[in-house]
């Protein structure tokens, strides 16, 4: 049987070195959540058909991701859930701790601030951000609320290591600039524009319209096809 | 030169009826926010490769993606941007008038409300919804709350053909049944849990970790090239 070391295939420098792709990393997180939810259940192994029918992929794909991670499961047998869980996580990054800080503590700021995916992804929210005198002091989600002024020092003491930008479109950039000068590598924003960032620091944007746009695809196909069922039994009739 | 009827290809029968991949339609939502600023800039005339280059993606992809669409741009042209927009725009299902309704009036459920990514992008909140009489009757967004006892009589009266499902995860499967009774076909879930629905309605889920999940794989990707070359550079000296 072919087993793995849980510490070999993650941090082995043979599969380190080489980059995953950026959609295979998003299933990645997918099969994660699966598997979680498998491991929430008891169940010890999972066939390569099972785990890709829970995440919805084919199960050649499934495979073809899983290789990025080295050598996994075993033909017949599938794969042990609780390994798979702590090689993907460890890829991804996700053993080592996160500390988020959220910038913005306006309705989207206060919504993430109390998010519970967050926390039991293994996110800890351990600061947060706003320019307003009036809400500066408050308490949010069990947090005080820092001045933006005070964001480098309040970064480094809070050991945050990941921000989350929560503000409006038009200051935005701004305040982008001032995270990349306090050191900030990894940034997460929900506003509706494009960020200008110096290389080394990497900034992945939530676009909340692209999935109403995608869901309006589905819809309009739904109608298409009840208009012609509906047209076909006309002209039956 | 090859051009296109504007009303042709996205009515035509031929492309209608074949559906486009997952990630084509949501690569199509990166290309129509692409087009959309050069049409800004009054930019008449696109190649694939910097309509490529614009969205981030290799220009075989592009013309992959674009080929769902039926036959458009000429070899050494380009794209006529207006054209290919509206074509884009239709076939994902854009030119009709999609009304939206935002059920939750949390943190969450407001910052929906007061997102202007929607309104540009042609989404038009017309409802909103929240179960806690201190909540309803107040306004958000310019809409006054209405309860959610009321679902089906307002959903009717304003015309909402979509719902954003902003409640917690403890009563997102319950108000998402009470959805499907009242005759909703499209729901875009923020809660972090899988929703049983019947054949015939839609849902898609954002998950806001998924995208921190993403971020925290190139982090991790970054600290170790540091180190790498941290550690090249001590056994260089």
Chains 1, 2 share one sequence.
Not at 28 to 36: H, Q, S, V
Not at 104 to 114: F, K, T, Y
Request: hydrophobic share 45%; charged share 20%; glycine share 10%.
């Amino acid at each position: 049987m072919t087993t793995h070391d849980p510490s070999g295939p993650a941090a082995g420098p043979e599969t380190r070195g080489r980059a995953i792709p950026p959609a295979s990393v998003a299933r990645l997180t997918i099969y994660l959540r699966a598997l979680n939810s498998l491991l929430a259940e008891g169940v010890e192994r999972v066939s390569s058909e099972e785990l890709a029918e829970a995440a919805g992929v084919k199960s050649a794909m499934l495979r073809k991701d899983l290789s990025y991670l080295g050598s996994y499961g075993t033909r017949g047998v599938g794969y042990e859930v609780q390994l798979l869980t702590r090689t993907i996580a460890a890829r991804l990054g996700l053993t080592q701790e996160w500390r988020v800080a959220i910038v913005g503590a306006g309705n989207l700021g206060r919504a993430l601030a109390g998010y519970s995916g967050f926390t039991t992804r293994g996110f800890e929210v351990a600061a947060i951000f706003d320019a307003d005198p009036a809400v500066i002091g408050s308490e949010v989600g069990g947090l005080k609320v820092s001045a933006v002024m005070d964001l480098e020092k309040v970064l480094a003491r809070t050991g945050v290591n990941m921000v989350v930008l929560a503000v409006p479109a038009r200051s935005a950039q701004e305040l982008c600039d001032e995270l990349v000068a306090a050191g900030v590598r990894s940034i997460l924003s929900f506003a509706p524009v494009v960020l200008q960032v110096p290389p080394g620091v990497e900034v992945r944007k939530v676009d909340m319209a692209t999935e109403l746009q995608i869901l309006a695809y589905h819809a309009q196909r739904a109608q298409e096809s009840e208009q012609s069922s509906q047209s076909r039994a006309r002209s039956a009739r």
